[in-house]
């Protein structure tokens, strides 16, 4: 499995859309982190995500959603278990601000994909229509043309006040074993 990352620098229009996926995704995170403080229940965290995309008609992909939603699970895994040794533990928090960019994750396992390549771009996808574009750069683009790779799954970020892409390339050989 290879990582390729790479910084890139979108347009107005192409940063105000991936921020307000990103305001979605910290409202759904929010909102079952509130809903479920009560008791840890995984099936119950997920379906409260479901109503609540329902309800506010999101427009950030379902899966995209589902993985929002294991990061909220998987905090408060670590929670529990480092509550076992450090009584001062605390639980999950809230994310404060909407100002912080919450990480974006378009997993191709999202029945067509969350994202499509084209010759020197990145579409992502949400609805099935294209949403935004990030123009790859050349040693991602040469990565791609490898024969042995596919792409698993595309993670956007912000980093140092920089947006960032990073894809999990997995090995096409070691998928068949």
């Given at each position: 499995?290879?990582?390729c990352k ?7 229009i192409?940063s105000?859309k ?6 979605e995704?910290?409202h759904?995170y ?8 009560s008791?840890f229940d ?7 995500s479901?109503?609540y ?5 999101l427009t950030s992909p ?8 294991i990061?909220?699970?998987n905090?408060w895994k ?5 509550r076992?040794?450090d ?9 404060a601000?909407?100002w ?9 396992n ?6 499509k ?9 949400v609805?099935g ?7 790859l750069p050349?040693y ?8 042995d790779f596919t792409?698993a799954?595309?993670k ?7 947006f ?13 074993s």
């Amino acid at each position: 499995m290879k990582t390729c990352k790479f910084n890139f620098y979108p347009d107005q229009i192409t940063s105000q859309k991936l921020w307000s996926l990103s305001y979605e995704q910290t409202h759904v995170y929010n909102h079952v982190l509130e809903s479920t403080r009560s008791s840890f229940d995984y099936k119950r965290m997920h379906e409260v995500s479901k109503n609540y995309r329902q309800e506010m008609s999101l427009t950030s992909p379902a899966k995209m959603t589902q993985n929002t939603v294991i990061r909220l699970i998987n905090n408060w895994k670590s929670f529990l278990a480092l509550r076992k040794t450090d009584e001062n533990a605390r639980a999950p928090k809230r994310f404060a601000s909407t100002w912080n960019f919450a990480p974006l994750i378009f997993d191709w396992n999202s029945g067509n994909g969350g994202f499509k390549f084209t010759d020197s771009s990145v579409n992502l996808l949400v609805k099935g229509k294209i949403y935004a574009q990030i123009k790859l750069p050349k040693y991602a683009l040469d990565l791609l043309k490898e024969a042995d790779f596919t792409v698993a799954d595309l993670k956007i970020s912000m980093q140092d006040c920089k947006f960032c892409c990073s894809m999990t390339l997995k090995d096409i050989h070691q998928q068949k074993s």
